[in-house]
């Protein structure tokens, strides 16, 4: 069963950081484009950050949110993808949900779509305080 689960959520003062972890269980990330997202209450869920897969050798991308603040990053282990969250502003205060496109595409020089994946995890609750 393929199944992602993301951990790392939490409560974080203005300006703090945290890292968000997202595990895979029935496949590994390579062949997979990955996404995280973020939906706030009331708000579309945006992508914040997605990379290629490794086969594709395509693009990471970071939206306007996410640039100079987060960074993807694989982990050893080829189950595990981290967002590390740095400056965190109250308008981060969102739940994250880590995302993977089987297709192994989905991420773009210009962006990322939610439309394009096919797995989702349950999502973690980011709240930064003022």
């Known amino acids: 069963e393929v199944q992602l689960v993301e951990s790392g959520g939490g409560l974080v003062q203005a300006g703090g950081s945290l890292r968000l972890s997202c595990a895979a269980s029935g496949f590994t990330f390579d062949d997979y484009a990955i996404a995280w997202f973020r939906q706030a209450p009331g708000k579309e869920r945006e992508g914040i950050v997605c990379m290629s897969s490794s086969v594709s050798r395509g693009p990471t991308w970071y939206g306007d949110s996410a640039k100079g603040r987060f960074t993807i990053t694989r982990g050893n282990a080829k189950n595990t993808v981290y967002l590390q969250m740095d400056s965190l502003k109250p308008d981060d205060t969102a739940v994250y949900y880590c995302?993977?496109?089987?297709?192994?595409?989905?991420?773009?020089?210009?962006?990322?779509?939610?439309?394009?994946?096919?797995?989702w995890g349950q999502g973690t609750q980011v709240t930064v305080s003022s």
């Open positions: 995302a993977a496109a089987d297709s192994g595409y989905g991420c773009y020089a210009s962006g990322t779509n939610k439309d394009d994946y096919d797995y």
